[in-house]
């Protein structure tokens, strides 16, 4: 291995075992290259048995932290190494070797097509890790801009010798980006296919591009500003965040940008001032799925629902969510993914909540089982809900009137209460004394994990609470009283009518458009943008992860701490 080298070895060794020297007699040593060892003539006899590599930098950085990495592999032969103007020698062998070797399915993946179709470039997904200058030349010669590459160098030789002989330049490229590149994932260091890594280069310039103008974040606590960051940080510049909502509006109107505010501390008020000063405001809030442990724990989110209309729990307004339900139609794809995410979602067990010890449940087998979830007594999905058998707004403890309720439309069932997790551990209100549960409920499901406890039963009876989705997710009977999301599209028994909606949807359309199109999501480790599928991996290793578990045991302790002290 030449000296200049040795710094990326363990990656270099990495892509060499994993297959990136295709072409190579691996049978014999290798002696890796690169551009600058070539042009110094360090090319030794000792080495001429050996099989040889030259390394060259990809068209992102090795280091890129929002970006896939990229290292280029490519297998040369001695004999070219002993030629005066080494580099067409090596061009003119590795387009013979494209020629003789491309695959039929290679072809498939057109990756310097999408490259170019996409506009992807490092600069405009943010990148903030330095190039150095031959990886600049490969990204210019990818995006079509090869006259500016150095007329000595190689990239030069191999456009040269692609006109002598005959061959499209884009082949070639194509062939060293999916055969010769090791792409490494900017989430975890992983490699990646060549499609993996264009599809996450993409996600990332989208999502930083998409937020081209300033954001000022406001009403969010601060364990949410890291995930909040990084979710509307991009073109525009970082988000600043605001203790004061006419702090946001004044910033904001200043350098033209918009507002994105926690909708549980949104009000009128606020939206007629923004709204005075044509300040684009969007509300938002925990997602569908989030990092394992409670929001009133510190756990940061790593799904927020983002709505420009309303917000998804309160059934008292429009929200954007509603009207993707009753607008939007979907394409086969669309479609597929979405009965994709329900598989996974269901194969990897997690939810919005992933808290409480896992266990199995055996319930009497005589007996119609149904869980009852509880809900935060005083939250907004439910003081701004509506409800056609409990009233919402005045009513001390939904909890207490949805048991009762509950046990009176099934009076031989087996009802099994699980406290709300937030209520539980005494972060928030709404807890029945046990004693008064009891007096409806079989059972007290205390500490529980809500998929365990859905899994074990027949059906689930609830006010609005998220955990209705979760068991329509997994194929249980979901009756509701309130207005939730995901009622009114004939997938739930509703008891209260709810108008504008009426629309028959299939699971798969309803978490297609909650999960994909209403939703950002973060990777919670990274820190970057990630699609719903990548996250639900990732709570699936947290969720198994001992040390985090306990970070998020000793988060969870001093949240309910601070409350208690009243700071």
């Given at each position: 291995m030449a000296p200049d080298l040795l710094d990326i070895k363990p990656k270099l060794l990495g892509a060499m075992g994993a297959g990136f020297l295709q072409g190579a007699d691996l049978n014999n040593p290798v002696y890796a290259m690169s551009t600058?060892?070539?042009?110094?003539?360090?090319?030794?006899?000792?080495?001429?048995?050996?099989?040889?590599?030259?390394?060259?930098?990809?068209?992102?950085?090795?280091?890129?932290?929002?970006?896939p990495g990229s290292l280029i592999v490519l297998p040369i032969e001695s004999s070219w190494l002993l030629e005066d103007d080494v580099f067409s020698k090596i061009a003119l062998g590795l387009v013979k070797m494209c020629s003789a070797g491309l695959r039929e399915n290679e072809t498939s993946f057109e990756f310097v097509g999408g490259w170019r179709t996409s506009g992807l470039a490092c600069e405009l997904a943010g990148e903030t890790a330095v190039a150095e200058s031959e990886c600049v030349e490969c990204e210019n010669i990818l995006s079509d801009r090869s006259d500016s590459v150095d007329r000595n160098g190689f990239w030069n030789a191999l456009k040269s010798t692609c006109l002598t002989e005959a061959t499209r330049l884009d082949k070639v490229l194509n062939w060293i980006l999916l055969r010769h590149t090791a792409w490494y994932s900017p989430y975890s260091g992983a490699l990646l296919s060549s499609r993996e890594a264009f599809e996450i280069f993409a996600l990332v310039q989208a999502n930083w591009q998409k937020n081209e103008?300033?954001?000022?974040?406001?009403?969010?606590?601060?364990?949410?500003?890291?995930?909040?960051?990084?979710?509307?940080?991009?073109?525009?510049?970082?988000?600043?965040?605001?203790?004061?909502?006419?702090?946001?509006?004044?910033?904001?109107?200043?350098?033209?940008?918009?507002?994105?505010?926690?909708?549980?501390?949104?009000?009128?008020?606020?939206?007629?001032?923004?709204?005075?000063?044509?300040?684009?405001?969007?509300?938002?809030?925990?997602?569908?799925?989030?990092?394992?442990?409670?929001?009133?724990?510190?756990?940061?989110?790593?799904?927020?629902?983002?709505?420009?209309?309303?917000?998804?729990?309160?059934?008292?307004?429009?929200?954007?969510?509603?009207?993707?339900?009753?607008?939007?139609?979907?394409?086969?794809?669309?479609?597929?993914?979405?009965?994709?995410?329900?598989?996974?979602?269901?194969?990897?067990?997690?939810?919005?909540?992933?808290?409480?010890?896992?266990?199995?449940?055996?319930?009497?087998?005589?007996?119609?089982?149904?869980?009852?979830?509880?809900?935060?007594?005083?939250?907004?999905?439910?003081?701004?809900?509506?409800?056609?058998?409990?009233?919402?707004?005045?009513?001390?403890?939904?909890?207490?009137?949805?048991?009762?309720?509950?046990?009176?439309?099934?009076?031989?069932?087996?009802?099994?209460?699980?406290?709300?997790?937030?209520?539980?551990?005494?972060?928030?209100?709404?807890?029945?004394?046990?004693?008064?549960?009891?007096?409806?409920?079989?059972?007290?499901?205390?500490?529980a994990n809500i998929v365990d406890l859905i899994e074990a039963v027949e059906a689930l009876e609830t006010f609005s609470s998220l955990s209705g989705f979760e068991a329509l997710l997994r194929d249980k009977e979901v009756t509701v009283h309130g207005a939730p999301f995901y009622a009114g599209w004939g997938l739930t028994k509703d008891l209260t009518k709810i108008e504008g909606r009426g629309r028959v949807r299939s699971m798969p359309e309803l978490v297609y458009l909650a999960i994909v199109r209403y939703s950002r999501t973060i990777d919670p480790v990274s820190l970057l943008p990630c699609t719903p599928e990548y996250l639900i991996s990732r709570l699936s290793e947290q969720r198994q992860d001992r040390r985090h578990l306990i970070v998020t045991a000793v988060k969870r302790h001093s949240s309910w701490l601070g409350r208690k002290l009243g700071i």
């Open positions: 600058k060892s070539l042009m110094k003539n360090s090319f030794k006899e000792q080495y001429a048995s050996a099989s040889h590599a030259l390394v060259l930098a990809g068209p992102t950085p090795l280091n890129a932290k929002r970006v103008k300033p954001v000022h974040a406001f009403g969010a606590q601060y364990w949410n500003h890291p995930s909040i960051a990084a979710t509307f940080s991009g073109k525009g510049g970082p988000v600043e965040f605001h203790e004061a909502k006419e702090e946001a509006i004044s910033a904001a109107e200043a350098n033209g940008g918009e507002i994105v505010s926690w909708a549980g501390r949104t009000d009128k008020g606020f939206e007629v001032d923004c709204e005075k000063k044509n300040i684009p405001l969007s509300r938002i809030e925990d997602g569908f799925l989030r990092s394992v442990g409670l929001g009133a724990g510190l756990a940061r989110g790593a799904m927020l629902a983002v709505d420009d209309l309303g917000i998804y729990y309160d059934p008292s307004r429009p929200s954007r969510l509603e009207a993707l339900l009753r607008n939007e139609d979907l394409t086969a794809t669309e479609v597929a993914r979405g009965r994709d995410l329900v598989s996974l979602i269901k194969t990897a067990r997690v939810s919005k909540y992933n808290f409480g010890k896992s266990k199995q449940f055996k319930f009497p087998e005589d007996r119609k089982t149904i869980l009852v979830p509880g809900q935060v007594a005083d939250d907004a999905a439910i003081r701004k809900s509506l409800s056609a058998t409990i009233d919402c707004a005045t009513t001390p403890n939904v909890n207490l009137d949805l048991l009762k309720l509950t046990r009176e439309r099934n009076p031989d069932a087996f009802l099994v209460f699980k406290p709300h997790p937030d209520v539980e551990t005494g972060l928030r209100k709404g807890r029945v004394p046990r004693k008064v549960a009891l007096q409806y409920a079989d059972v007290i499901a205390e500490d």
